[in-house]
């Protein structure tokens, strides 16, 4: 999804004509912020095998009719679901489609006209494109809401508070405990792990020798909310990192690089050339509980060490408990430099690193499990792909829904009324963003990064209290946004909130 961070109308709070507050939403940024870049262009293609998102041809997708869906009924009588973010509707062509799950069907469409229809059960929102003065109004109590949320914690941090969360009743996002996880939606298959080392560690040691650095970095989004620069300045001091990228740019690329701009998929020049180190920076650049990317499973498959931060529970998804170095169990940079020096120094310490490769050796049992159950497909046309995936599932819970309430309201007595289904902070919840190194209090006032995401996450708490407040008091204008957050925080003003 292309680059998004806009400047909002301004909405100055006149607490007593005091206090002026300028409204900026950094609400989007993708990690490839500036395509036109060759580098970024490489970020966005080269690097990452596609998301189902990125690259899926819609139009292959055949009929397809659940094994259990014995659902007769004609596209009239069909519950609607309705896509609520304009660039994403899952099919083509067309705007409206009828869609036969694992146990029954649906009218799906990305036609806003039948926002207040009776029979449109489910709206379907996509979380980076998810903003508060744009949302569905009125809500009406019958409809459920659904996020599809498998982007960046950067991306909308109104996700990422209880009372931006707690508007959807199915999500799906990278988190474990989201109604449809995403988790492991950036590794494409076991046998991705298992694909035999690049470059061999004698070959990684002759280079070494030649004057390549044991630790690489490429990273061309520098202002992130992981700060994850801060960071790596601090370990520039202990141990040689190779940084190509533009930030903390200290090695050209080499020319056959930056020619890569259409390339798709893992561009075999680019693969070879970051498989010669021992070592990958992997930083994500937002923190969240399973918030995990090509970053961290590309130098596992490629055979090199991947030097993490992100999620701090990745330990649960790692092939075995030695493959991964985990930044956060370092008490400081030099701490973990160390440590890689030593690694780079001792071959047999390092190997213990690739053993993973060795089938026997993948012993987690979580990650072997969720690779063998989960229903979609990672660039595998045989399987659905997670985006129709989820409006399945949204498709099945609303007639599963629909049914139980018909059935209580023929016989009450017999027949219990459906419970209410809403997310919590565990579908995402991600946290305040903290420098990458050191203590907030330390920073300077004009520090970049203190003036952007502390705010930016602030910020999106008083809009998901904002809507939420719309949705209380049945408002049909959702660009009365901004009234009731100034209602809110001059009745908080007054100690009354
Ligand atoms: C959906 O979530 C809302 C809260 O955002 C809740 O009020 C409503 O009862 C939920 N609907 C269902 C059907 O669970
Ligand atoms: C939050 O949601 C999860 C899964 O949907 C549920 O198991 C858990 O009980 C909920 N937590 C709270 C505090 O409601
Ligand atoms: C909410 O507003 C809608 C349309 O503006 C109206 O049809 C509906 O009756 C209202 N509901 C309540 C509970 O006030």
């Not at 994403?88 to 869609?99: A, K, M, T, V, W």
Request: proline residues 7%; aromatic residues 10%.
């Amino acid at each position: 999804m292309a680059g998004r961070g806009r400047l909002v109308p301004c909405a100055c709070l006149g607490l007593f004509g005091v206090l002026c507050w300028v409204w900026v939403s950094f609400a989007s940024f993708p990690d490839d912020q500036h395509p036109l870049e060759a580098l970024d262009a490489l970020e966005r293609g080269a690097f990452q095998p596609q998301s189902a998102l990125l690259g899926m041809e819609f139009a292959s997708i055949g009929p397809y009719r659940g094994p259990g869906n014995k659902d007769r009924r004609n596209n009239k009588e069909l519950p609607i679901l309705l896509w609520w973010s304009g660039g994403l509707f899952p099919h083509f062509p067309g705007d409206s489609e009828r869609i036969d799950c694992a146990t029954s069907s649906c009218l799906v469409t990305s036609n806003r006209k039948v926002q207040l229809y009776k029979r449109t059960a489910s709206i379907i929102f996509y979380g980076t494109d998810f903003r508060a003065y744009e949302a569905p109004l009125p809500r009406l109590r019958h409809q459920t809401w659904a996020l599809f949320h498998e982007e960046s914690p950067m991306n909308n941090y109104i996700l990422s508070h209880g009372p931006g969360i707690r508007l959807f009743n199915y999500t799906a996002t990278f988190r474990r405990e989201s109604d449809y996880p995403l988790t492991l939606q950036w590794l494409p298959s076991l046998d991705y792990l298992l694909e035999p080392v690049v470059v061999s560690l004698e070959e990684k040691n002759r280079l070494r020798r030649e004057g390549l650095g044991p630790v690489l970095y490429m990273q061309s989004h520098c202002d992130v909310p992981s700060d994850r620069n801060r960071y790596v300045q601090e370990l520039m001091k202990y141990i040689q990192v190779d940084s190509y990228g533009k930030c903390l740019n200290n090695k050209p690329l080499p020319a056959h690089l930056e020619d890569t701009a259409t390339a798709t998929g893992e561009e075999a020049n680019f693969m070879n050339f970051v498989a010669r180190y021992k070592f990958h920076l992997a930083l994500e650049n937002g923190l969240c509980p399973d918030y995990m990317t090509e970053k961290l499973w590309r130098p596992l498959h490629q055979g090199c060490v991947p030097v993490y931060r992100g999620s701090a529970v990745v330990a649960d998804w790692m092939p075995n408990d030695h493959s991964a170095i985990i930044v956060d169990n370092f008490p400081s940079p030099k701490a973990l430099g160390e440590f890689l020096k030593h690694l780079d120094e001792n071959d047999g310490e390092y190997a213990k690193y690739i053993e993973f490769k060795n089938p026997s050796r993948i012993t987690n049992p979580r990650l072997l499990e969720a690779l063998e159950t989960r229903e979609w497909g990672v660039n595998d046309m045989s399987k659905p792909n997670y985006l129709n995936g989820f409006e399945c599932y949204v498709c099945d819970q609303e007639n599963a829904r629909l049914s139980a309430e018909r059935a209580f309201r023929k016989a009450p007595k017999k027949n219990q009324q459906p419970q209410s289904k809403m997310a919590n902070n565990s579908h995402m919840g991600c946290p305040l963003p903290s420098p990458g190194y050191g203590n907030v209090k330390d920073l300077p006032a004009d520090d970049g990064w203190l003036q952007i995401w502390p705010q930016d996450y602030w910020q999106s708490l008083d809009q998901a209290e904002g809507l939420e407040s719309l949705i209380r008091q049945n408002e049909s204008d959702p660009s009365l946004l901004w009234k009731h957050i100034q209602n809110i925080a001059v009745s908080r003003a007054r100690g009354k909130h």
